[in-house]
């Protein structure tokens, strides 16, 4: 009988180094619900998604100024009176368009009140309250993963609802931005400068023949004025973008000592916090340079109020001159202004003309209407849906979502009985 050495059957060394793929998919769900925390507190999305909002705030409040504009212009001209003996009033055709424009004002109305809760709405999301609960959910949940608790699917649908409330708005908006920068944007521009042309026209068209009464020598003053205060309206424009600018700058200056602070007080231990006496000196110090900064940005707040109402009075003292210029009395009603000039509007207008170019404008109102209909509503609201959807489909199961496979078991080829080797020899 001869001895012979067992065969060895040792795992390689690279298969022990090798992950399973239930390991493998632990490690990936971690790194994703780290990164969606991270996201979360980086704040990136929030201020872009802000921004992208104000400025189609901004935008919807420019439209509607320029409907009331040409509303307040036909409602001009449609009480002008015209002819010797019997009067007429020629521009109350203009009456259905008129019904249009008062249209197009109520769908600003409601644009402008839905940009605003979208801002209200993101303000709310990225509030400390739900960082705070979306990185303890997160930490549960990761927690469960490599505990292999069975509160897994539970610490799933709590990580999974809170990440609802703190990202779906903000990336439903992020969404139907892009659609406006890709397919929107630029025909609402168009259609904007075409509507904010007519409201100017349309304001102007009493004043086109008008100033006669005036002398030569005061309309050079008036003039002179004129041109003085559009300088100085000009000048106001320009400070008040630079107001803006630094108010943007002082604005993230906050938030990025906000976030320091947080960070940092986050770090403490649960007994730092409790102790009343317990002074940190980098928390101090990030505490007074966040009064400072808040301070900064309220002083700016304070200075474009200031610099608007400013521009607000410059704005009606041009009106002013620009009625002086058309030989209108400023403390007169505009309609005894009208009725005064009917003869100089006849010879220097056409009725037709009028009508015509005011008519023109209606393509350029029903797109706009269209246009912030589609990124105010519609779109939002349909990237919502999607959004809604899919997490409805993640959260019913979260059993599937996360079930990880079996690990992968080795096969162990056991060496021959020692008797049945002694038998065979």
């Known amino acids: 009988m001869s001895d012979s050495a067992p065969t060895s059957y040792e795992t390689p060394p690279t298969a022990k180094r090798r992950l399973s793929p239930s390991r493998r998919l632990k490690v990936l769900l971690t790194l ?61 055709a203009l009456d259905p368009f008129n019904d249009l424009v008062e249209d197009y004002a109520s769908v600003m109305k409601l644009a402008i009140g839905s940009l605003i809760g979208q801002t209200l709405l993101l303000e709310i999301t990225g509030s400390l309250m739900f960082k705070i609960a979306l990185s303890l959910a997160g930490a549960l949940l990761i927690l469960c993963l490599w505990r292999d608790w069975r509160l897994t699917p539970l610490a799933w649908k709590a990580f999974a609802l809170i990440g609802l409330g703190r990202f779906l708005l903000l990336l439903t908006l992020v969404a139907s931005t892009l659609v406006d920068q890709a397919f929107l944007d630029e025909r609402t521009s168009a259609s904007m400068a075409e509507v904010q042309g007519l409201s100017e026209e349309v304001q102007a068209t009493g004043l086109a ?55 940092l007080t986050a770090r403490l231990s649960l007994t730092e916090r409790l102790n009343p006496f317990h002074d940190n000196p980098e928390i101090e110090r990030l505490e007074q340079q966040l009064g400072q900064r808040r301070q900064r940005l309220a002083e700016l707040t304070d200075e474009r109020e200031s610099q608007l109402a400013e521009l607000a009075a410059v704005d009606r003292e041009r009106d002013t001159l620009r009625r002086r210029l058309a030989g209108e009395d400023p403390d007169e009603g505009l309609f005894d202004s009208l ?52 997490f409805k489909g993640l959260y019913s199961r979260p059993g599937a979502s996360l079930r990880l496979p079996p690990p992968r078991q080795e096969r162990v080829i056991h060496p021959p009985p020692q008797a049945d080797v002694e038998s065979r020899d």
């Open 32 to 92: 994703a619900i780290v990164a969606v925390m991270a996201l979360s507190w980086l704040d990136v999305l929030d201020r872009a998604t802000q921004r992208q909002v104000e400025g189609a705030t901004t935008q919807a409040l420019l439209a509607f100024a320029a409907a009331r504009g040409l509303n307040a212009g036909i409602s001009v001209l449609q009480s002008t009176e015209m002819g010797v003996g019997v009067s007429t009033h020629p521009f109350e």
């Open 209 to 263: 023949e008008a100033g006669d009464a005036l002398t030569p020598q005061q309309r050079e003053r008036l003039e002179a004025e004129m041109a003085d205060t559009d300088q100085r309206r000009q000048q106001l424009r320009e400070t008040l973008i630079e107001t803006n600018r630094q108010i943007g700058k002082a604005e993230d200056a906050v938030e990025q000592s906000r976030g320091r602070l947080s960070l």
């Open 339 to 390: 009725a005064e000039r009917i003869g100089a509007l006849t010879d220097g207008l056409s009725i037709s003309a009028i009508q015509s170019r005011v008519e023109s404008g209606t393509n350029a109102i029903l797109q706009l209407m269209a246009l912030f209909v589609m990124r105010t509503l519609v779109i939002p609201l349909l990237f919502l849906w999607l959004g809604l959807k899919l």
